[in-house]
């Protein structure tokens, strides 16, 4: 399974400081996003402000969407001999009125 982060061009936090100014025009006018990394690990981004505006509102998914997404994490899963109940701590709530 992809993610946006998969598609975004990546610069190291050193890079983004000295190239701020030119990060920034590319998301501005050409609508590129910029992964930024700290010791190789994603940790800042800069995208249009059209993007974060778009997530600030929030989606709506449909059930259908919603159930498709469940499924992928679910297969996404490590697989586990633990029942759900044991997960979820139900387990511990047996024999207790």
């Known amino acids: 399974m992809w993610t946006i982060l998969d598609h975004m061009q990546r610069t190291s936090l050193v890079q983004a400081k000295a190239h701020?100014?030119?990060?920034?025009?590319?998301?501005?006018h050409r609508g590129q996003r910029i992964l930024i990394l700290r010791h190789g690990k994603p940790a800042a981004a800069i995208v249009p402000v059209r993007v974060a505006e778009g997530?600030?509102?929030g989606?709506?998914?449909?059930?259908a969407q919603a159930e498709a997404f469940m499924d992928e994490i679910i297969a996404a899963a490590p697989k586990s001999k633990m029942s759900t109940a044991a997960a979820l701590g139900r387990d511990r709530l047996d024999g207790i009125e």
């Open 55 to 57: 997530r600030s509102q």
């Open 59 to 63: 989606r709506v998914m449909t059930k």
């Open 20 to 28: 701020l100014s030119e990060l920034v025009d590319a998301a501005e």
